[in-house]
């Protein structure tokens, strides 16, 4: 693996040292490249290629799954950091209650308010000790 090969992929490491990447961490040239082609493809064609969009995310699902050795059905996609944590949070209501960081960013928490989950928010020191 040649590190400075993968770094070069990302421009913004050329100038910043980035240790939060959360929601927005600096792109890949390649996922910048990826994510115009889906733009231009839907300027040009609408949602014409939705088939061969979907066939795309198996085939990535399937990488992705490959990577972390894992199976392809247990690999998903969210809309948004957010939506991922709420998805989990949801899933893992039955469990009892949610532990999370009091100064968590507002909409990771927000749908898991309104839809009856025991949120409990806490000092992050606190969180960081159960862990
Ligand atoms: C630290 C942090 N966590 C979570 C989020 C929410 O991410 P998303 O917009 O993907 O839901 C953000 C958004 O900027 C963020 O900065």
Redesign the pocket.
Known sequence: MNWNQIRALFPAAEHYTYL?T???PPLSILAAREGKRYYDEMAEHGDIPWESWLCQAEQIREKLATLVNAQARGVAFT???????NLIAGMLGHCGDVLCPAD??P??TCLGFSSGIEWILCAREIVASSI
């Open positions: 939060n959360a929601a927005a809309c948004s950091t957010s939506h991922g944590m968590e960013f909409s990771c």
